[in-house]
């Protein structure tokens, strides 16, 4: 009997350790988990991404999300910070407006953009709501701070946040912003998240998660900058 329940409650604890390592994996580093309604612009993709409310009916995300796929696929889940909140509300995709000039699947640099046309609009309240499009003033120097809200995976599908640090790109690419990775760093499901800017009790989208990028034993994560982009967003919006 008491070989059994010592067995038992040690498995449990291995259990809940494996998947305590796994679920860190894939949550925003470092970030704090959010509130409801903290980030009301924030949306779930059903492929694992995570996307940005522009308006009613239009989400921004990252184009290697999108590559490939097929508007039927893919569904806008928003009103949430985890997945399965009673608050929430579930939206298919009518079209997909992927960047012309993004190659070409797992790429990762400053052309990494994708607009989502929705069949439903999203009804606004104080857990859904838009995100401003910033301007190129928006975007922090070297050295200052902007925030990242994401999912951070299929698994899990757990908002959470994380001031982040700007930092020089690797490379010339003129239509990123580039961020630190320590002593927080976006993760694999947080791909076409919102990096923003907050001015008094407005926010500002300054980039789309694009992913990680390395050159010898330097790693930063790259953002796809939305101001360079913006002629080609509000073609849809």
């Known amino acids: 009997g008491r070989m059994k329940l010592c067995i038992a ?48 009916n239009t989400i921004l995300t990252a184009a290697h999300c999108t590559y490939g796929k097929s508007a039927g696929s893919i569904s806008v889940t928003v009103g949430l910070i985890r997945r399965g909140d009673s608050s929430s509300s579930t939206h298919r995709v009518r079209s997909i407006h992927q960047n012309p000039r ?9 052309e990494d953009i994708s607009l989502l046309k929705l069949s439903t609009p999203i009804k606004f309240d104080s857990y859904r709501q838009a ?30 946040w994380a001031q982040l640090t700007v930092t020089t790109c690797i490379g ?19 791909s076409g998240g919102p990096l923003f800017v907050q001015r008094g009790s407005q926010f500002f989208q300054i980039g789309v998660n694009s992913g990680a990028i390395s050159s010898g034993s330097r790693r930063i994560t790259m953002q796809s900058r939305v101001d360079k982009h913006v002629a080609y967003i509000r073609q849809y919006m």
């Open 9 to 56: 409650t040690l498995v449990c604890l291995v259990a809940g350790i494996f998947a305590a390592s796994i679920e860190e994996e894939w949550r925003v580093s470092g970030g704090q988990r959010a509130r409801l309604g903290q980030f009301p612009f924030t949306a779930y993709l059903s492929m694992g991404c995570t996307g940005s409310i522009l308006n009613s």
């Open 102 to 110: 993004y190659c070409c699947g797992r790429s990762v640099n400053g």
């Open 131 to 160: 995100i401003n499009l910033g301007s190129a003033s928006d975007v922090p120097q070297v050295g200052s701070r902007a925030t990242f809200a994401g999912f951070g995976g299929p698994r899990y599908g757990e908002l959470a």
């Open 172 to 190: 010339r690419d003129s239509k990123a912003v580039c961020l630190n990775r320590t002593p927080a760093s976006t993760e694999g499901g947080d």
